[in-house]
Protein backbone atom coordinates (compact mmCIF):
# COMPACT_ATOMS: atom_id res chain seq x y z
CA UNK A 1 0.00 0.00 0.00
CA UNK A 2 1.63 2.71 -1.07
CA UNK A 3 0.63 6.20 0.96
CA UNK A 4 2.68 8.40 -0.42
CA UNK A 5 2.55 8.70 -4.67
CA UNK A 6 4.20 10.97 -6.85
CA UNK A 7 2.50 10.26 -10.02
CA UNK A 8 5.04 11.88 -12.61
CA UNK A 9 8.21 10.00 -12.72
CA UNK A 10 9.92 12.79 -14.34
CA UNK A 11 9.04 16.37 -15.54
CA UNK A 12 10.89 18.86 -18.48
CA UNK A 13 11.36 22.10 -17.71
CA UNK A 14 12.72 25.27 -19.80
CA UNK A 15 15.11 27.43 -17.16
CA UNK A 16 13.55 30.32 -15.70
CA UNK A 17 10.27 28.78 -16.18
CA UNK A 18 8.51 26.90 -13.32
CA UNK A 19 8.92 23.71 -11.94
CA UNK A 20 5.37 22.20 -10.24
CA UNK A 21 6.33 18.95 -8.59
CA UNK A 22 3.13 17.20 -7.24
CA UNK A 23 2.81 14.80 -4.29
CA UNK A 24 -0.06 12.70 -2.95
CA UNK A 25 -1.27 11.04 0.34
CA UNK A 26 -3.82 8.67 1.38
CA UNK A 27 -2.88 8.26 5.31
CA UNK A 28 -5.14 10.97 7.17
CA UNK A 29 -2.89 10.81 10.14
CA UNK A 30 -0.11 12.31 7.76
CA UNK A 31 0.95 16.19 9.48
CA UNK A 32 4.04 17.04 8.56
CA UNK A 33 5.36 16.64 5.01
CA UNK A 34 8.95 17.43 3.08
CA UNK A 35 10.19 17.63 -0.01
CA UNK A 36 14.29 16.28 -0.72
CA UNK A 37 16.69 16.79 -3.99
CA UNK A 38 19.27 13.98 -4.45
CA UNK A 39 21.79 14.15 -7.08
CA UNK A 40 23.29 10.84 -8.24
CA UNK A 41 25.47 9.21 -6.25
CA UNK A 42 24.60 11.64 -3.14
CA UNK A 43 22.05 11.17 -0.18
CA UNK A 44 18.58 12.91 -0.24
CA UNK A 45 19.52 16.67 0.49
CA UNK A 46 16.24 18.42 3.11
CA UNK A 47 15.04 21.34 1.02
CA UNK A 48 11.89 22.74 2.60
CA UNK A 49 8.93 21.47 4.97
CA UNK A 50 5.10 22.00 5.95
CA UNK A 51 3.05 21.53 9.07
CA UNK A 52 -0.50 20.79 8.29
CA UNK A 53 -1.65 23.85 10.56
CA UNK A 54 -0.15 25.15 7.39
CA UNK A 55 -1.20 25.46 3.37
CA UNK A 56 2.09 27.38 2.48
CA UNK A 57 5.69 27.65 3.34
CA UNK A 58 8.04 29.35 1.50
CA UNK A 59 11.81 29.46 1.17
CA UNK A 60 13.57 31.38 -1.41
CA UNK A 61 12.88 30.11 -4.72
CA UNK A 62 10.80 26.87 -3.38
CA UNK A 63 7.50 27.31 -2.42
CA UNK A 64 5.32 24.16 -0.89
CA UNK A 65 1.72 24.08 -0.61
CA UNK A 66 -0.26 21.91 1.11
CA UNK A 67 -4.33 20.92 0.40
CA UNK A 68 -5.21 19.19 3.07
CA UNK A 69 -8.89 18.52 1.99
CA UNK A 70 -7.30 16.71 -1.19
CA UNK A 71 -4.45 14.94 0.48
CA UNK A 72 -2.14 16.96 -1.95
CA UNK A 73 1.11 18.51 -1.72
CA UNK A 74 3.34 20.41 -4.52
CA UNK A 75 6.55 22.42 -4.67
CA UNK A 76 7.09 25.32 -6.98
CA UNK A 77 10.29 26.42 -8.01
CA UNK A 78 10.66 29.59 -9.66
CA UNK A 79 12.58 30.79 -11.41
CA UNK A 80 13.97 27.36 -12.45
CA UNK A 81 17.60 26.81 -12.78
CA UNK A 82 19.58 24.27 -14.38
CA UNK A 83 21.49 23.18 -11.12
CA UNK A 84 17.80 22.20 -9.75
CA UNK A 85 17.93 19.18 -12.08
CA UNK A 86 17.77 15.98 -9.38
CA UNK A 87 15.30 13.66 -7.66
CA UNK A 88 13.03 15.30 -5.91
CA UNK A 89 11.18 13.08 -3.10
CA UNK A 90 8.15 14.02 -0.90
CA UNK A 91 8.28 12.56 2.34
CA UNK A 92 5.09 12.60 5.29
CA UNK A 93 5.01 11.60 9.05
CA UNK A 94 2.11 11.07 11.18
CA UNK A 95 1.70 13.32 14.45
CA UNK A 96 3.12 10.88 16.88
CA UNK A 97 6.01 11.10 18.73
CA UNK A 98 7.80 8.60 16.26
CA UNK A 99 9.02 10.18 13.51
CA UNK A 100 8.49 7.29 10.85
CA UNK A 101 8.95 9.10 7.13
CA UNK A 102 6.87 7.12 4.20
CA UNK A 103 8.78 8.66 1.09
CA UNK A 104 7.22 8.94 -2.33
CA UNK A 105 9.10 7.17 -5.46
CA UNK A 106 10.56 10.61 -6.39
CA UNK A 107 10.34 12.80 -9.65
CA UNK A 108 13.21 13.80 -12.01
CA UNK A 109 13.11 17.33 -12.78
CA UNK A 110 15.36 17.81 -15.68
CA UNK A 111 15.75 22.14 -16.29
CA UNK A 112 17.12 22.84 -20.09
CA UNK A 113 18.57 25.84 -20.39
CA UNK B 1 30.62 21.36 8.48
CA UNK B 2 28.73 19.42 10.15
CA UNK B 3 27.97 16.05 8.34
CA UNK B 4 26.95 12.77 8.28
CA UNK B 5 29.11 10.57 7.00
CA UNK B 6 28.65 7.30 5.46
CA UNK B 7 31.67 4.22 4.42
CA UNK B 8 32.49 3.04 2.86
CA UNK B 9 30.39 4.44 -0.30
CA UNK B 10 30.84 1.18 -2.55
CA UNK B 11 30.38 -2.55 -0.95
CA UNK B 12 30.92 -5.86 -2.72
CA UNK B 13 29.97 -8.76 -0.80
CA UNK B 14 29.59 -12.48 -1.74
CA UNK B 15 26.00 -13.78 -1.17
CA UNK B 16 25.94 -15.30 2.65
CA UNK B 17 29.42 -13.28 3.81
CA UNK B 18 28.57 -11.17 6.43
CA UNK B 19 28.79 -7.18 5.61
CA UNK B 20 28.75 -4.44 7.84
CA UNK B 21 28.56 -0.40 6.81
CA UNK B 22 29.70 2.31 8.42
CA UNK B 23 27.65 5.56 9.31
CA UNK B 24 28.92 8.94 11.69
CA UNK B 25 27.51 12.39 12.46
CA UNK B 26 28.93 15.16 13.65
CA UNK B 27 25.47 16.81 13.82
CA UNK B 28 24.94 15.28 17.95
CA UNK B 29 21.95 14.30 16.88
CA UNK B 30 19.38 12.22 18.99
CA UNK B 31 18.14 10.15 16.12
CA UNK B 32 19.27 7.59 13.86
CA UNK B 33 18.23 5.91 11.01
CA UNK B 34 18.81 3.10 8.44
CA UNK B 35 16.90 3.15 5.06
CA UNK B 36 16.88 0.82 2.14
CA UNK B 37 16.53 2.12 -1.51
CA UNK B 38 16.66 -0.55 -4.03
CA UNK B 39 16.40 0.35 -7.62
CA UNK B 40 13.17 3.44 -9.02
CA UNK B 41 11.96 3.09 -5.36
CA UNK B 42 11.33 5.14 -2.67
CA UNK B 43 13.48 4.49 0.58
CA UNK B 44 12.38 2.53 3.09
CA UNK B 45 13.05 2.65 7.10
CA UNK B 46 14.82 -0.57 8.37
CA UNK B 47 15.39 0.89 12.20
CA UNK B 48 16.60 3.80 14.06
CA UNK B 49 17.57 4.65 17.32
CA UNK B 50 16.36 7.30 19.22
CA UNK B 51 19.80 7.86 21.51
CA UNK B 52 20.60 3.71 22.89
CA UNK B 53 16.70 3.05 22.47
CA UNK B 54 16.55 0.60 19.17
CA UNK B 55 13.19 0.93 17.09
CA UNK B 56 12.91 -1.93 14.69
CA UNK B 57 10.04 -1.74 11.90
CA UNK B 58 7.75 -4.70 11.76
CA UNK B 59 8.58 -5.37 8.04
CA UNK B 60 12.44 -5.46 8.61
CA UNK B 61 14.06 -9.09 8.21
CA UNK B 62 15.85 -10.46 11.12
CA UNK B 63 19.49 -10.75 8.28
CA UNK B 64 19.59 -6.53 9.25
CA UNK B 65 20.46 -5.97 12.41
CA UNK B 66 22.20 -2.08 13.86
CA UNK B 67 24.26 -1.03 16.59
CA UNK B 68 24.76 2.41 18.00
CA UNK B 69 28.09 2.35 20.22
CA UNK B 70 27.70 5.84 20.90
CA UNK B 71 26.13 9.32 19.88
CA UNK B 72 28.12 9.91 16.87
CA UNK B 73 28.55 6.15 15.29
CA UNK B 74 25.61 3.44 13.85
CA UNK B 75 26.91 0.38 11.87
CA UNK B 76 24.54 -1.82 9.52
CA UNK B 77 25.18 -5.36 10.08
CA UNK B 78 23.82 -7.97 7.20
CA UNK B 79 24.44 -11.23 8.41
CA UNK B 80 24.16 -13.11 5.19
CA UNK B 81 23.20 -11.13 2.70
CA UNK B 82 21.43 -12.30 -0.14
CA UNK B 83 20.81 -11.24 -3.59
CA UNK B 84 17.73 -9.15 -2.85
CA UNK B 85 19.59 -7.21 -0.47
CA UNK B 86 21.51 -5.49 -3.17
CA UNK B 87 20.73 -1.52 -2.84
CA UNK B 88 21.81 1.66 -1.77
CA UNK B 89 21.71 2.12 2.37
CA UNK B 90 21.13 5.33 3.45
CA UNK B 91 21.93 6.67 6.68
CA UNK B 92 20.03 9.82 8.43
CA UNK B 93 20.06 11.84 11.28
CA UNK B 94 17.39 14.17 13.22
CA UNK B 95 17.95 16.45 16.28
CA UNK B 96 14.52 14.62 17.60
CA UNK B 97 12.05 12.16 16.20
CA UNK B 98 10.20 15.32 14.97
CA UNK B 99 12.66 17.02 13.03
CA UNK B 100 13.61 16.81 9.92
CA UNK B 101 16.12 14.34 8.47
CA UNK B 102 19.64 15.21 7.16
CA UNK B 103 20.62 12.17 5.01
CA UNK B 104 24.42 10.72 4.29
CA UNK B 105 25.69 9.96 0.93
CA UNK B 106 24.44 6.54 0.97
CA UNK B 107 26.47 3.10 0.75
CA UNK B 108 25.57 1.13 -2.13
CA UNK B 109 25.94 -2.70 -1.61
CA UNK B 110 26.30 -5.19 -4.75
CA UNK B 111 26.11 -8.49 -3.69
CA UNK B 112 27.86 -11.23 -5.59
Not at chain 2, 16 to 40: A, R
Request: glycine residues 6%; hydrophobic residues 30%; charged residues 15%.
Amino acid sequence: DQQVKQNSPSLSVQEGRISILNCDYTNSMFDYFLWYKKYPAEGPTFLISISSIKDKNEDGRFTVFLNKSAKHLSLHIVPSQPGDSAVYFCAARPGTSYGKLTFGQGTILTVHP
Amino acid sequence: DAMVIQNPRYQVTQFGKPVTLSCSQTLNHNVMYWYQQKSSQAPKLLFHYYDKDFNNEADTPDNFQSRRPNTSFCFLDIRSPGLGDAAMYLCATSRELQAAQYFGPGTRLTVT
